[in-house]
């Protein structure tokens, strides 16, 4: 795939079953899960949550809070970090918060939004924008906050957005984010979906917590910028992205479920906060029965080839690095699944009407992942879920798609999310952030002030996403 981070070696990738020594060797049972029983749900998730947590070093000995070791890259740590919060509020179960809150507090940077010094050099707009959506996780969640001395959630958040407004740019495609920051890195004539449509989620989260038009303002900006670009077609089907040398006059015709799963979350946020506006109605709507479509199939059963996995299904699938035989997918791209987890499960919180076409389909793919869950006789998930044996991969990411899918068949028991004035407790600071890449706005570039609004009390967001590079010799890049 043209954009894929230009770090990784692609060799490396589908190769768990050699590095296992067998692949499918060492199946056990697969997870028990009764979708009708909360006990379960919770011990299905619990059992994922600590599969996962062993491939985390941060907190031991020599190792750095926040980060995951190699293949995988800093945004993928930080949303690792975002499904741990939602663990804690959907499960109850509290046992990983102070690793959560030291990992992301570690990783704020000297200017408090999420450029650690350690990361800008390869830091793209996406990569920031999924630790801020973390920080709004811990807000929305209203999250143990950290102590006084430490920036809150709400500040994180609002200072990764008024960083990423600061690099709108109008030079081509008549405005849009780029997909890096910094002019040295591959990607940065691309603007991609996930780094326009990070910010559109983010903008309509800060507006709905803080109660500020110009969250909202910006949120509205976005979307229509995006509608304006192939990216998004007027059927709703989301494209990759498109590149700024060709005015963004065409797009990379890549389905990703995270694409289409910030959309839908930005779009839910905005219906809620405009108290069911019928616009942001028709676009809700049609994102989540539209744009989804592609994502989820039938199952293939035992033995026959991914391919045959047959459309219009109620599974959810990684169609762009599934399907092939063998598997495409690289380090990042495994967990992408449990962002539209999560992201359609809030859905069903703030437009209640979408609940009857989602939550079937996540309890369809719950069950399903379940079955995939039988990796290393200690419960490993793998990635299709479509398939009833296990498919020989697992990792963090494949961790993190089952746990999503798995807790956010919780959603119905726990409150939405709250704002500052019903709930919130993280205490903002609207003129935070705004300078963090220490770059002037180029030629082309618009420069904006600092959003300053009465109803800044609370906040989130957190999860940024940073290339580490691959080292290609690596044969132990799964923790067992």
């Not at 940065?188 to 910010?199: A, M, P, Q, R």
């Not at 033995?303 to 997918?329: L, R, S, Y």
């Not at 939550?359 to 990796?375: F, K, N, V, W």
Request: charge should be negative.
């Amino acid at each position: 795939m043209y954009f894929r981070r230009q770090a990784q070696a692609l060799g490396v990738l589908g190769v768990l079953g050699t590095l296992l020594g067998g692949g499918y060797a060492q199946v056990g049972a697969a997870i028990t899960l009764d979708v009708t029983s909360a006990d379960s749900i919770k011990a299905a998730a619990g059992l994922v949550a600590y599969n996962m947590m062993k491939v985390y070093t941060g907190n031991q000995t020599g190792g750095t809070p926040g980060l995951l070791p190699q293949p995988y890259f800093w945004w993928e740590a930080g949303s690792m970090f975002g499904q741990l919060i939602h663990y804690w509020y959907l499960t109850g179960d509290s046992s990983y918060n102070d690793v959560v809150s030291e990992a992301i507090q570690f990783q704020v940077g000297a200017n408090n939004d999420f450029m650690p010094q350690n990361q800008t050099k390869d830091l793209g707009n996406d990569d920031q924008v999924f630790w801020a959506f973390t920080a709004m996780d811990a807000a929305e969640l209203a999250f143990p906050n950290p102590p006084s001395s430490d920036p809150s959630w709400l500040s994180l958040a609002q200072a990764v957005f008024n960083d990423q407004v600061l690099r709108w740019e109008t030079g081509a495609c008549g405005g849009g984010l780029r997909w890096q920051i910094y002019p040295f890195n591959a990607g940065y004539d691309y603007k991609n979906t996930i780094s326009n449509g990070g910010l559109f989620q983010l903008a309509a989260r800060l507006a709905r917590y803080t109660g500020n038009q110009t969250y909202a303002d910006w949120a509205e900006k976005t979307y229509d910028w995006i509608a304006s670009t192939p990216i998004l077609t007027p059927d709703y089907q989301v494209w990759d992205g498109s590149s700024r040398t060709g005015n963004c006059s065409g797009a990379v015709q890549t389905y990703w479920t995270y694409n289409v799963g910030t959309l839908i979350s930005g779009c839910a946020y905005m219906y809620n906060f405009t108290n069911g506006n019928s616009t942001w109605e028709t676009r809700l709507s049609g994102l989540v029965n539209n744009g989804t479509s592609v994502f989820f199939v039938q199952t293939a059963g035992l033995n026959n080839p991914p391919e045959q996995a047959p459309p219009n299904g109620m599974i959810m699938a990684e169609v762009a690095c599934e399907f092939p035989t063998p598997q495409t997918c690289d380090p990042d791209e495994p967990s992408f699944k449990a962002y539209l987890s999560r992201w359609l499960a809030v859905t069903t919180q703030l437009a209640p009407w979408t609940a009857t076409f989602i939550m079937p389909r996540l309890t369809a793919s719950a069950q399903a992942a379940a079955a995939q869950c039988t990796g290393q006789a200690t419960n490993m998930c793998g990635r299709r879920w479509y398939q009833t044996v296990w498919d020989g991969y697992f990792g963090v990411g494949e961790q993190m798609s089952a746990l999503s899918v798995f807790q956010n068949l919780l959603i119905e028991k726990v409150a939405a999310p709250v704002t500052a004035e019903k709930g919130g407790t993280s205490v903002g600071n609207p003129a935070a952030g705004g300078a963090g890449d220490n770059q002037q706005p180029s030629s082309g570039q618009v420069a904006l002030g600092r959003v300053v609004g009465t109803g800044d009390k609370a906040g989130a967001g957190i999860l940024t996403a940073l290339s580490l590079i691959l080292i290609i010799g690596a044969t132990w890049w799964m923790i067992v």
